[in-house]
């Protein structure tokens, strides 16, 4: 699988992913999805990575599903299920970030949309740029949280408040999400890459048996049920994209145009 969609850099002992498709937002296409999946998996048995971070290159984190690659895909008769995209890609993703007992931190600068989002969500810690813009976007288009998002939504930033963001796609910046627990730090945009690396090489040095038994412990006490709640948000997101919204959705994206959508 080609790696020009998700470059890898080594700094010591800190690995760094970039997501790689700066035209489009780093949206994430099948290439870049299972590029990260093998990045993680290598990434999970080298004892010479002790920490890994996740970015992007050019003006954005990631603006999510690539939708234009998704309506091309769906539209073959051989498509997949949106259930089985989903198991395939991002709860892979999801599943090995929780899963590898290292640090792995999200570095968001510019904008973070869709399962971009739900992906930096997934990661034990975020730092954020100052100018960074936070919105999930699903409703938008008629869809449902995925990547892990309807979990860590409520658990970093409370019900109420992660549920609203969900339902409205408000687009919130670095004060707002820092304020909401969604990120840990916040930096000036020039600064994030060296905070993150410094944030990285810290954690790169502590005691990784310590590092991995507590993010174990961590996952453990929060969210023991992530496999069955991965799949469960599969199903709800076959459900949503069983109607006409999704197709709604997407076309008044790319038409940058409101959504009209029917009555249920
Ligand atoms: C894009 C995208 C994009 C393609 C920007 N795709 N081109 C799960 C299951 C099933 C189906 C679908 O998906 C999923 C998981 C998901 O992630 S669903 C959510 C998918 N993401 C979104 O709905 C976000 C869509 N994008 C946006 O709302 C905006 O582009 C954001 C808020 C990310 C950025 O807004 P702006 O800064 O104003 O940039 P822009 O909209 O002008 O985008 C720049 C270019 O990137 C533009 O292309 P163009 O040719 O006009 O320059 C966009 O069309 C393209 N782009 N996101 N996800």
New binding site residues.
């Given amino acids: 699988m080609s790696d020009s969609v998700l470059l890898r850099e080594r700094h010591g002992a800190v690995l760094c992913l970039t997501f790689n498709r700066p035209?489009?937002?780093n949206?994430?296409n099948d290439a870049m999805s299972q590029a990260l999946i093998d990045a993680l998996a290598e990434a999970e048995v080298d004892r010479s990575v002790r920490a890994i971070v996740l970015r992007g290159a050019g003006?954005?984190y990631?603006?999510?599903?690539?939708?234009?690659?998704?309506m091309r895909l769906?539209s073959q008769p051989n498509a997949v299920s949106?259930a089985e995209?989903?198991r395939r890609?991002?709860n892979v993703v999801a599943t090995k970030v929780r899963g590898i007992e290292k640090p792995v931190i999200a570095s968001l600068n510019?904008?973070?949309?869709?399962?971009?989002?739900?992906i930096a969500l997934m990661c034990d810690l975020r730092i954020a740029a100052d100018d960074v813009?936070l919105?999930?976007?699903?409703s938008?288009?008629g869809?449902v949280p995925?990547?892990g998002a309807s979990l860590m939504l409520p658990l970093l930033a409370g019900f109420g408040r992660g549920l609203e963001l969900a339902w409205t796609?408000d687009?919130i910046d670095a004060s707002e999400a820092h304020r909401l627990g969604l990120v840990n730090r916040v930096v000036p945009a020039g600064e994030l890459e060296v905070a993150t690396l410094a944030l990285a090489q810290n954690l790169a040095e502590m005691s990784p048996a310590a590092i991995g038994l507590t993010k174990r412990a961590f996952n453990r006490a929060m969210i023991p049920h992530l496999a069955q709640w991965l799949e469960n948000e599969a199903l709800l997101?076959e459900e949503a994209?069983s109607g006409p919204d999704?197709l709604e959705?997407?076309q008044s994206?790319?038409h940058?145009r409101k959504p009209a959508f029917a009555a249920r």
């Fill in positions: 035209e489009k937002l949206a994430f003006r954005g990631s603006s999510g599903q690539d939708l234009e690659a998704f769906r949106v995209h989903l890609s991002y510019g904008i973070a949309a869709g399962v971009g989002l739900s813009v919105t999930l976007g699903f938008k288009i869809l995925d990547g796609s687009r997101q994209a999704l959705g997407v994206f790319m940058k």
